[in-house]
């Protein structure tokens, strides 16, 4: 897959406090340089006991900050000039002593008086914080916790799990990739604020026996994609997931369902309580009318079994026919004759938008092609990564939701 350049034009002044985290600062200034920013790496002095400058200003392209006295900047106010441009302080790892110093408005080192001194209306301050469980759950570090929050300080994280102490708990630093993924977030429109979505996603497994079923070729990626957009656009995301193997996008409620009937009963009783739900899950048409409770065997006389199949209930039309239902989008997924399919689903779901794309082109693939259907005509997205299709959707039903606004 092409890399997506999300962070395209962005300028990143990167932090690092002192702590075994940052190992992972070298990782995450790739991951932030891969994505199309430009970075800017501050260090303070622990810092620089844990990774040298030279590999920070190697993996950066740009001489590393480590001292407010430093006699490089011709008006010699790095902590003023290093902030003025960028469009985010990332400090990964932070640690406890420095959300202390943060807190308190302190700066005796460039890299807390370049947090003091940075324009705070225009540029925001992240904290990816990194230490030992202890340390974090310290009376002392939650009080400043609340204050670098109450100051609107962006914490992102930390993670739970094994430490370099050997301890296990809160405290770790998120990975590289999630801290990128967080910015991202962090810095995209928030087209979606205050939207409450519910997404259907992957294909459903109606079981024949205990260890057969039917399903399809739907991997999840398209509705994986569009719960990730919506979330950074800034909405509360539930995600209905059939049997998929995809990791659960980052601050999206995730509901694992097997069957169609199981991903019904999911949606129906609680879609009223969001504005938008858009169906992408491929679900089985038909499930088989008795479920074997043992393996059926092959009985010696060559006989093959039949099944009997039975109708799912459509979990679209249902939501849609709901009297306070949200505004609903359906997915249609053709072989062919793609904009009549659409345009007779939209009528036939009663739904005012229909995503078409051509199914078996798309099926497990990272990229797709897709067709907006509704009322007033059609809108192609062309062919695309499924996140950028997703978040041009999103902006679409954004646009669609702001316009129904009486
Ligand atoms: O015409 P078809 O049923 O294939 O329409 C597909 C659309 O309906 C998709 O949005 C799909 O998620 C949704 N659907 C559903 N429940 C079903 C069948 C399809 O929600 N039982």
Redesign the pocket.
Same mark, same amino acid.
Do not use: H
């Given at each position: 897959m092409t890399q997506r350049m999300d962070l395209q034009g962005r300028h990143i002044v990167l932090g690092l406090s002192g702590g075994i985290a940052c190992y992972k600062a070298a990782e995450l200034t790739r991951g932030l340089i891969k994505a199309g920013a430009t970075v800017q790496v501050v260090m303070s002095e622990a810092a620089e006991q844990f990774i040298t400058a030279v590999t920070m200003q190697a993996l950066s392209s740009s001489n590393v900050y480590t001292s407010q006295w430093d006699a490089r900047e011709p008006n010699a106010m790095a902590h003023i000039n290093l902030t003025r441009h960028a469009d985010a302080v990332l400090i990964a790892p932070a640690s406890a002593d420095l959300m202390a110093k943060l807190a308190q408005g302190r700066a005796d080192d460039l890299l807390s008086l370049m947090c003091l001194a940075r324009p705070i209306e225009r540029c925001p301050l992240l904290l990816a914080p990194a230490m030992n469980r202890e340390m974090w759950a310290h009376p002392a570090t939650q009080r400043n916790v609340a204050l670098l929050r109450a100051d609107g300080t962006t914490l992102l994280g930390p993670g739970n799990g094994d430490q370099a102490c050997g301890e296990i708990g809160d405290g770790r630093m998120l990975e590289a990739y999630e801290l990128v993924e967080e910015l991202v977030a962090f810095l995209a429109p928030k087209v979606l604020a205050g939207q409450r979505l519910l997404i +259907?996603a992957g294909p459903t497994f109606e079981p024949i026996d205990p260890v057969r079923g039917i399903t399809n070729l739907s991997s999840g990626k398209m509705g994986f994609a569009i719960a990730r957009a919506a979330h950074e656009a800034g909405a509360e995301v539930t995600l209905v997931a059939g049997p998929v193997h995809l990791p659960t996008p980052r601050g999206v409620r995730r509901v694992d369902v097997q069957t &169609?009937q199981q991903m019904y009963e999911a949606v129906v009783p609680n879609a009223a309580n969001y504005s938008v739900f858009v #169906? +992408? $899950? #491929?679900?089985a048409?038909w499930r088989p009318a008795s479920l074997s409770d043992q393996k059926i065997k092959k009985n010696g006389n060559k006989v093959a079994p039949t099944f009997e199949l039975t109708e799912?209930?459509?979990?679209? $039309?249902a939501v849609a026919q709901l009297p306070d239902r949200p505004y609903c989008v359906?997915? &249609?997924a053709e072989s062919h004759d793609l904009l009549k399919h659409a345009r007779e /689903?939209l009528t036939r /779901?009663n739904v005012p938008l229909i995503v078409g794309n051509l199914g078996p082109a798309t099926f497990g693939r990272d990229d797709n092609a897709l067709v907006l259907v509704d009322a007033k005509g059609h809108r192609d997205i062309p062919q695309a990564d499924k996140l950028t299709l997703a978040r041009a959707l999103v902006s679409e039903i954004a646009q669609r939701l702001n316009a129904s606004k009486p």
């Open positions: +259907t &169609a #169906a +992408t $899950a #491929a679900v048409d799912n209930p459509d979990i679209l $039309a359906g997915f &249609a /689903k /779901k």
